[in-house]
């Protein structure tokens, strides 16, 4: 069996795969109806950015490396990965994270809030930010 037929089936399946949770992370942002979908949805955008440079990393480090990977370490690797970017997302929650950024700028175009309000509105629901 050819190995580069393998490692080429497994990059489309890849490049599919997120191609597919992109349509859904998008589709999941039009049709959030309250500020906690609309905000899950942006931490569910910034989870997958953060798993696409962590995959990237992953795989300029490969470049010296045998080229050999079992296929078990590798969906254990992808869901490491797909973990640790979902991770870097809560912990980096804050005023100032990707997702934030989104949540306040689709609030001000869905519902033309100020910025004030919408720091109001996260205090009254207990939304914690990380103010450094």
């Known amino acids: ?15 599919l795969a997120s191609a597919q949770n992109t349509d859904k ?6 049709s959030a109806q309250t500020d906690d979908e609309m905000l899950n949805a942006c931490k569910e955008f910034e989870t997958y950015l953060w798993e696409q440079v962590i995959k990237s990393m992953k795989k300029s480090a490969e470049v010296f490396s045998d080229g050999e990977e079992d296929q078990t370490v590798g969906y254990f690797m992808d869901t ?5 970017a979902r ?3 809560e912990q980096t929650m804050g005023s100032n994270s990707l997702a ?9 175009n869905a519902g033309g809030l ?3 309000e919408i720091e109001a509105k996260q205090a009254a629901s207990g939304v914690v930010e990380n103010k450094e």
Do not use: G
């Open 25 to 30: 992370l998008k589709s999941n942002a039009k």
């Open 114 to 116: 100020t910025l004030e």
């Open 100 to 108: 934030m950024q989104m949540y306040e700028q689709m609030k001000r």
């Open 87 to 89: 991770q870097m997302t």
């Open 80 to 84: 490491a990965i797909t973990e640790t």
């Open 1 to 15: 069996m050819d190995i580069t037929n393998i490692s080429a089936m497994t990059d489309y399946a890849s490049s």
